[in-house]
């Protein structure tokens, strides 16, 4: 049967994914050197690895495969792993736990911690995906020797260290817009555009117009004084009446520039100068560059700990 299972994508924006698992009994790989030591016996077993994993249901051999920080990962938490990711390289799954333990323990320090609800629900959704029930998901589980306590102490762990690392990421990665204009630049096409507000006076009103620029320059006082309505508008080089538009592209922001058609005057403010980039997505792109920034963070964080941190493997 299939199990699927989520996890977070840590090259990602900490998205929950759905991937999928088998469950079957699971093998170590055969160039897996099968023998093992533990914190309180220097001599090795004679039972293979593989044998553990096929030992009586609901049973488990719980050795110490490694260490966190003093804190055990267990032969149990070893099989759980390898089941849950679906792999049969024990070496593997034991790295990726733990860095499981290692993101877990660094959460939980910083008081992160997952919700028993959200636990729960996990849960019937990994039932559900499965069609089955929780309890027949359990009995599943219980023919590969794991027990429900087990797998939630396991996925209590496996949920903070992904899902809650990424909403963790998200809160400590920081875009600044200068990032967000580069942005712009490398993959946009700028455009220069200008923000102005036109009114057209027909010259019939000249002289009207002409005493009311000696008392404002407000082209809404002016339009509302001749009954006309000023327009906002965005325009590119180009876009305008040629002897207007040589006017507008001239001038700085906040100047008032003038211009005569065969029946009208034209009246040009220049409101703002600005770059406009077209064929963008911006949001896209935003989210590009948050995905990059919080799988950088990741790795450093990630490194970080592994450095500080002492780790004791004992699987061979």
């Known amino acids: 049967m299939k199990f699927y299972k989520s996890k977070i994508l840590t090259s990602a924006i900490s998205i929950l994914t759905l991937i999928n698992i088998t469950f ?49 990962i267990l032969e149990s938490d070893l099989k759980i792993a390898m089941v849950y990711f679906g792999t049969k390289d024990a070496k593997l799954a034991l790295k990726r736990l733990i860095d499981i333990y290692l993101i877990y323990q660094y959460l939980s320090e910083h008081h992160m911690a997952t919700p028993e609800s959200f636990l729960d629900q996990t849960i019937k959704d990994l039932a559900s995906q499965n069609n089955l029930t929780v309890e027949q998901l359990y009995e599943e589980l219980r023919k590969q020797g794991i027990s429900p306590k087990e797998f939630r102490d396991f996925l209590r762990k496996e949920i903070l260290a992904t899902a809650g690392f990424g909403e963790y990421l998200r809160k400590a990665v920081q875009i600044p817009p200068s990032d967000i204009e ?21 010259k019939k009103d000249k002289d009207k117009l002409s005493k009311l620029l000696n008392n404002t320059t407000s082209l809404k006082t ?3 004084k001749l009954n006309l309505t000023p327009q906002e508008l965005e325009v590119a080089k180009g876009d305008l009446k040629k002897n207007l538009d040589e006017q507008v592209w001239k001038v700085s922001k906040g100047d008032i520039v003038f211009a005569e058609g065969e029946n009208s005057i034209y009246i040009a403010k220049v409101k703002n100068i600005k770059l406009v980039y077209k064929n963008i997505d911006l949001d896209k792109l935003k989210k590009k560059l948050l995905e990059e920034k919080m799988k950088k963070k990741y790795n450093e ?3 970080k700990l592994k450095k500080e941190s002492y780790i004791k493997v004992y699987l061979k």
Request: hydrophobic content about 35%; charged content about 25%; proline content about 5%.
């Open 222 to 224: 002016i339009a509302s």
């Open 182 to 202: 580069l942005l712009k630049l490398k993959y946009g096409k700028p455009k220069i555009e200008r923000d102005i507000e036109l009114l057209i006076v027909p």
């Open 24 to 72: 079957a009994d699971a093998k170590t790989d055969k160039n897996v050197d099968k023998s093992h030591k533990t914190i309180n016996q220097q001599s090795t077993t004679n039972n293979s690895f593989e044998e553990l994993l096929h030992s009586t249901p609901g049973v488990l051999v719980n050795r110490v495969v490694a260490s966190v920080n003093g804190e055990p």
């Open 301 to 303: 964080i990630l490194h």
